[in-house]
């Protein structure tokens, strides 16, 4: 089993719709989980961060996590075509151990 | 530049030679990380360094070397390029205790071992 699992994709949603991305971790002790953006040909950069239970809204995103289910999603509200990326799910396993999910492209159609 | 930037962008290089990849950052921050990145693997981490003189392995450690002689400086070697190492390599740097804080990448190294 992977450390960290995300759905597969591709994923396509229609323009202003919700795009809902969905990671799984094996590590328990795992404390700190992030969400990042990589465009085609570029480096990921950070979106969301969150440590505790529960969501965190920052504009458009909301990241969601359930340590007692070992899982972690965002959301992206009224998807625009310029969120068509990969998104990537990482989580530190050991203190600065960063494992990263596989990743799920998303297409936002207009 | 203010940053952490990744040299060379492109490297071609044959099976069996020693190649260097180089990372340096601005910030001074005390974790660096290499990671590569594969199609269908996503990022794996390769090395990673919690401050100079100080490294460990990550998922995928072998035939890669690693040093910090200097907090701004990670070089990654290949002491032997082989064609499974053909990928995108990922430098990343955080000022971290705990991990929680986010990882910066520099823009990519696209390696390619003929």
């Known amino acids: 089993q992977k450390e960290v699992e995300q759905n597969s994709g591709p994923l396509s949603v229609p323009e202003g719709a919700i795009a809902s991305l969905n990671c799984t971790y094996s590590?328990?002790?795992?404390?700190?989980f992030f969400w990042y953006r990589q465009y085609s040909g570029k480096s990921p950069e950070l979106i969301m961060s969150?440590?505790?239970?529960g969501d965190k809204e920052d504009g458009r995103f909301t990241a969601q996590l359930n340590k007692a289910s070992q899982y972690v999603s965002l959301l992206i509200r009224d998807s625009q075509p310029s969120d068509s990326a990969t998104y990537l799910c990482a989580v530190n396993v050991n203190n600065n151990d960063m494992r990263f999910g596989a990743g799920t492209r998303l297409t936002v159609k207009p | 530049d203010a940053g952490i930037t990744q040299s060379p962008r492109y490297k071609i290089t044959e099976t069996g030679r020693q190649v260097t990849l180089m990372c340096h950052q601005t910030w001074s921050h005390s974790y660096m990380f290499w990671y590569r990145q594969d199609l269908g693997h996503g990022l794996r981490l390769i090395y990673y360094?919690?401050?100079?003189?100080?490294?460990d392995k990550g998922e995928v450690p072998d035939g890669y070397v690693v040093s910090r002689s200097k907090t701004e400086n990670f070089p990654l070697t290949l002491e032997s390029a082989t064609r499974s190492q053909t990928s995108v390599y990922f430098c990343a740097s955080s000022d971290s205790t705990g991990g929680n804080t986010e990882a910066f990448f520099g823009q990519g190294t696209r390696l390619t071992v003929v």
């Open positions: 969150i440590y505790s239970n």
């Open positions: 590590d328990r002790g795992s404390q700190s």
């Open positions: 360094s919690a401050a100079a003189d100080i490294t």
